[in-house]
Every structure is written in structure tokens, then in C-alpha cells.
């Protein structure tokens, strides 16, 4: 009697189970930039990422650009365009190489297979990376991927792709930049006082939160962890040893200096918006020398400077 042979459908081997990705910032900032300059008539933005692999295996995404693309009725991309640009890209920088490729969307759509093919002949493993650029909810889902090969035997049958783990890591300043960037709408971007009040505000939720975590490793509900410990420790030591007085001067001396900065600045915006019109009275009345402009700084008023302060406190 004949043996029946079994055929298996498999994954091909990837190494996706451990393979993760970091991108930074910029990435992200130059992506959403690109999808509000696209032309009208594009749906969505994809474009190029560069970086490089790092001795763990993490892939570190540091630099993107955008890639002119049809994907509707036929799925089309620039070539050419696109090894130009990595030219221009290598020759400032020729240690990034390209790690992968990016569309602006929710998730991976069809065309997504096509696109990753072609980039899997420009680079090893290409990262897939989609940016949610519709703040869905008021979160932006950004989220990466790797394809894994679907076969039949030796016969190749589609593609799947696998999400993988991704950092993002922001200082306060790009944090603050960020989080304006993931609301759908704002009627003017934040002063200098707002944003500060705004990373205070985060300051002292962040301080909450780790007053329960010492309590709660105190009380034995959390165990206790080295690392968290020596990083408090070190972060407490650094900190100035200043009495609560000290400190207030030292807080309210900084930001006199600033309201102080701000009061020349407008002084001098209103004198060179008056010389302006002047100049244009000049030049209609058919005066030979026009007045030129010249800063004028009299004497100021520390009433108004010493009110601002208070109410900025």
C-alpha cells in the first residue's frame, strides 16, 4: 500500500519573534508634515525609512522620506525618485541605510504586500511602519510590522504581516510638541507660560505616581525593584539643596527675567510696525529721506511687570 504524503501549509522561519524597532521622533514629525503637503488627490504618504541595525538586533529608525506612489487603480512607485533621494540622504549621513518603509493609515491595506516586496530587495527584513495620521479617538496608532512568508510545501502563497514591538522615546520638549500634534484641532499653539503650566501639571502627576509606588513598595504590595530604587535615588541627589524661600526667588527671579524679555520684545514690535507706516507716509508724500527706524527704549514701567508676575503665578 502507497504511503500518502501530507503536504503542511508553514510559516517560513522569521526571526520577527525577537526582532523589535525604535523610532524617533523627527520620524514621526516628518511623516505627518509630509501627509498635510501631499497633493489632493492622494489618500495617503508613503515613503522610505532610514537608520541602521543595532548589535541587539533593534532596528533604529532615525531619518524618513516620502515617495511618490499610484495605488489606485494600479500600484505604482517612483524609483527613481526614491534612489535619488537616498543619494542625497547617504551623502550627509552614509552610515543610514535603508531599514524599511512607511504609510500613513490605519493598519496594512492591500497594497501594502507590493510595496513591502520592492522594499525587500532594497534592504534585509524591511520594517513596515504605519502612522495613524487621522488621530483616530485623539490617539495616533503608530505600529510596526515585518512580513512573514504563508507556503504550501515549496510554494510560495501570500504574505502576513506581524506586528512587532516599537519605542518611541520623546524628551519633555518633543513630548509637548507631540501631544499638541495628536489633537484633532487647536485654535492657537500655546505660549511659553502655557506650556510650561502644561509640563508642571506633568510634573506633579508624574510625582504622584511615584509617591504611590514608594508607599505601595513600603507597605509590601509591590515588590521591590533595584533599578527603580538607584534611578530615584540618583534623581533625588541631584536636585539642588535649596530652603522653600530660596527656591521661590530663585522660580520668581527667572520668570520676571522672562515677562521682562517679552515686554522689550513687544516695545520693540510696536516701534518697527510705527516706523513702517511712517516710511510709507513718507514715501507717498514725496518726503526726500524717509524716517528710518530706530529703537526707541524708554523708560519701563515695573508696576506692569511686577502684575504680570503676579498673575502668571
Known amino acids: 500500500m502507497a504511503a500518502i504524503e501530507h503536504t503542511a501549509l508553514q510559516f517560513s522561519t522569521s526571526p520577527s519573534s525577537s526582532l523589535s524597532a525604535k523610532v524617533h521622533p523627527l520620524v514621526i514629525f516628518n511623516i505627518c508634515d509630509c501627509y498635510v503637503r501631499r497633493p489632493d488627490q492622494s489618500e495617503r504618504v508613503i515613503g522610505t525609512l532610514l537608520g541602521s541595525v543595532l548589535p541587539d538586533g533593534t532596528v533604529d529608525i532615525r531619518n524618513s522620506y516620502a515617495v511618490p506612489h499610484m495605488s489606485a487603480e494600479q500600484v505604482a512607485l517612483d524609483i527613481e525618485y526614491h534612489h535619488n533621494m537616498l543619494i542625497s540622504h547617504q551623502k550627509v549621513n552614509p552610515k543610514e541605510v535603508i531599514v524599511g518603509w ?15 516586496e520592492f522594499y525587500s530587495r532594497e534592504a534585509p527584513n524591511p520594517v513596515h511602519l504605519t502612522v495613524d495620521t487621522g488621530f483616530v479617538n ?60 502644561a509640563s508642571m501639571e506633568r510634573l506633579l502627576a508624574l510625582i504622584d505616581d511615584v509617591y504611590k509606588y514608594v508607599d505601595n513598595v513600603v507597605e509590601g504590595h509591590v515588590e521591590q525593584d533595584n533599578t527603580i530604587g538607584r534611578f530615584l535615588f540618583d534623581t533625588i541627589a541631584s536636585l539642588p539643596k ?72
Do not use: C, W
Not at 515585518?146 to 516599537?166: K, M
Not at 530660596?246 to 520668570?255: G, Y
Not at 520693540?268 to 510696525?273: C, D, V
Not at 514701567?301 to 503665578?313: D, F, K, L
Open 138 to 197: 485623539g490617539v495616533g496608532a503608530i505600529k510596526a510590522y515585518v512580513s512573514v512568508n504563508l507556503s504550501l510545501g515549496d510554494r510560495q502563497l501570500a504574505a502576513q504581516f506581524q506586528e512587532i514591538p516599537l519605542d518611541l522615546r520623546m524628551v519633555e520638549a518633543e513630548r509637548v510638541g507631540y501631544d499638541i500634534l495628536k489633537t484633532p484641532m487647536v485654535d492657537k499653539l500655546p505660549t511659553d507660560l502655557e506650556g510650561m503650566e
Open 242 to 313: 535649596l530652603s522653600p524661600s530660596a527656591f521661590d526667588k530663585l522660580i520668581n527671579d527667572s520668570l520676571q527675567d522672562n515677562l521682562l524679555l517679552l515686554y522689550l520684545s513687544s516695545i520693540t514690535r510696536t516701534q518697527l510696525t510705527l516706523a513702517e507706516k511712517l516710511n510709507t507716509a513718507a514715501q507717498y508724500a514725496g518726503m526726500p529721506s524717509p524716517v528710518s527706524a530706530t529703537l526707541l527704549v524708554g523708560n519701563l514701567q515695573p508696576s506692569v511687570i511686577v502684575s504680570q508676575r503676579g498673575r502668571s503665578r
Open 102 to 116: 512607511y504609510s500613513t493609515g490605519l493598519g496594512v491595506t492591500g497594497g501594502s504586500a507590493l510595496f513591502h
